[in-house]
T-cell receptor, first 113, second 117 residues
Framework: LAKTTQPISMDSYEGQEVNITCSHN???????ITWYQQFPSQGPRFIIQ???TKVTNEVASLFIPADRKSSTLSLPRVSLSDTAVYYC??????????????FGKGTKLSVIP | GAVVSQHPSRVICKSGTSVKIECRSL??????MFWYRQFPKQSLMLMAT?????????EQGVEKDKFLINHASLTLSTLTVTSAHPEDSSFYIC?????????????FGPGTRLLVL
């Protein structure tokens, strides 16, 4: 079962703020929430990671409510180069191997000029 | 920042041949490396996890005799697709984690596009 749920796609105009919300109702106490960006034919790129409240770095902000059952990635003033697939992940201890990242379907963000 | 490279970036091979893909951590020691596969318009699927010096752990449905993984050093892991067939054509991505990182942190390589004719 997928551990996260996100919108399949989103469209935004250049210069706007984009908020992508991810649901993770079964998040475990020790799970962190991590967001990755992927361009076509490239490996995923780390964007931001958080555990609770708010985290901000030079590219994005991550808002996590107190119950941690969801999180919102906020991209300020998007540009055409932000067109990509964005994945929300929470850790997974249930696999046979080490701590794993389980990728869901991601959100395909299209930035329109 | 931590950099992971993959070689080759793309490869075309004939059906029945074997292909080796290398994954290297360039500026850190990767105690754990992960191999993913991604088909067109789909998400990444974890194939296996390997820890340096030990056997890889494969996900359910991934044939360990077909996808040979070797993690012989702290900076190199290889994935060999044996007797490749057209259905193995995919985008293969590795990631790596160091002993100093949190468990949630993985650094991804740029991927290798495999086309089996």
């Amino acid at each position: 079962l997928a551990k996260t749920t996100q919108p399949i796609s989103m469209d935004s105009y250049e210069g706007q703020e984009v908020n992508i919300t991810c649901s993770h109702n079964n998040i475990a106490t020790n799970d962190y929430i991590t967001w990755y960006q992927q361009f076509p034919s490239q490996g995923p790129r780390f964007i931001i990671q958080g555990y609770k409240t708010k985290v901000t770095n030079e590219v994005a902000s991550l808002f996590i409510p107190a119950d941690r059952k969801s999180s919102t990635l906020s991209l300020p003033r998007v540009s055409l180069s932000d067109t990509a697939v964005y994945y929300c992940l929470v850790g997974d201890h249930s696999g046979a191997g080490s701590y794993q990242l389980t990728f869901g379907k991601g959100t395909k963000l299209s930035v329109i000029p | 920042g931590a950099v992971v490279s993959q070689h080759p970036s793309r490869v075309i091979c004939k059906s029945g041949t074997s292909v080796k893909i290398e994954c290297r951590s360039l500026d850190f020691q990767a105690t754990t490396m992960f191999w993913y596969r991604q088909f067109p318009k789909q998400s990444l699927m974890l194939m296996a996890t390997s820890n340096e010096g030990s056997k890889a752990t494969y996900e359910q449905g991934v044939e360990k005799d077909k996808f040979l993984i070797n993690h012989a050093s702290l900076t190199l892991s290889t994935l060999t697709v044996t007797s490749a067939h057209p259905e193995d054509s995919s985008f293969y991505i590795c990631s790596a984690r160091s002993r100093w990182d949190s468990e949630e942190t993985q650094y991804f390589g740029p991927g290798t596009r495999l086309l089996v004719l």
